[in-house]
T-cell receptor, first 112, second 117 residues
Framework: SQQGEEDPQALSIQEGENATMNCSYKTSINNLQWYRQNSGRGLVHLILIRSNEREKHSGRLRVTLDTSKKSSSLLITASRAADTASYFCATGLDGGAQKLVFGQGTRLTINP | GAVVSQHPSRVICKSGTSVKIECRSLDFQATTMFWYRQFPKQSLMLMATSNEGSKATYEQGVEKDKFLINHASLTLSTLTVTSAHPEDSSFYIC?????????????FGPGTRLTVL
């Protein structure tokens, strides 16, 4: 079953603008991860944030995590056409197998 | 970074045949691999967890006799879709878990698009 809900489902912005995507989840987590998927391709791991972290940066990416609200956000700054893709959050639940539960995803379109 | 490959990338088969999909971790060992399926414009749904040297763990609603998983080595897991039917047509993605003292990440393969006629 899906745990994460992402908002918005689709986002279209102009190149150079910032893109913000949100993810909410329902149960306690060990970590939350963000992935990118280009159409018809596999997933690319972007960033992992642990449950005891509140914010993390990686290049143009900024991820926040609010465990009290069970939500996370992914900010992509200075967007580029190549950022056009679907973005998924995935929550890692407690346990050794590190099963991931994926959200529905946000389809991001960057217009040149 | 860690690389995971899948073969084939695309397969078209007739209804009733079996199809085997391979998932390989190319530059790391993975005791745990995962198999997902994804329908168009939808998210990934975990099918099963593949453990090297032991039986796979299937998610609720996934038929283990339909989707046979074998994880015979630390770098290879296979998913066999037996007696495939058109409703099995989907995008199948595997991932391999890489973990250690400072990391615990799943690396995904490029996916296999299965079309059953």
């Amino acid at each position: 079953s899906q745990q994460g809900e992402e908002d918005p489902q689709a986002l279209s912005i102009q190149e150079g603008e910032n893109a913000t995507m949100n993810c909410s989840y329902k149960t306690s987590i060990n970590n939350l991860q963000w992935y990118r998927q280009n159409s018809g391709r596999g997933l690319v791991h972007l960033i992992l944030i642990r449950s005891n972290e509140r914010e993390k940066h990686s290049g143009r990416l900024r991820v926040t995590l609010d465990t009290s609200k069970k939500s996370s956000s992914l900010l992509i700054t200075a967007s580029r056409a190549a950022d056009t893709a679907s973005y998924f959050c995935a929550t890692g639940l407690d346990g050794g197998a590190q099963k991931l539960v994926f959200g529905q995803g946000t389809r991001l379109t960057i217009n040149p | 970074g860690a690389v995971v490959s899948q073969h084939p990338s695309r397969v078209i088969c007739k209804s009733g045949t079996s199809v085997k999909i391979e998932c390989r971790s190319l530059d790391f060992q993975a005791t745990t691999m995962f198999w997902y399926r994804q329908f168009p414009k939808q998210s990934l749904m975990l099918m099963a967890t593949s453990n090297e040297g032991s039986k796979a763990t299937y998610e609720q609603g996934v038929e283990k006799d339909k989707f046979l998983i074998n994880h015979a080595s630390l770098t290879l897991s296979t998913l066999t879709v037996t007696s495939a039917h058109p409703e099995d047509s989907s995008f199948y993605i595997c991932s391999a878990r890489s973990w250690g003292p400072y990391t615990d990440t799943q690396y995904f393969g490029p996916g296999t698009r299965l079309t059953v006629l």
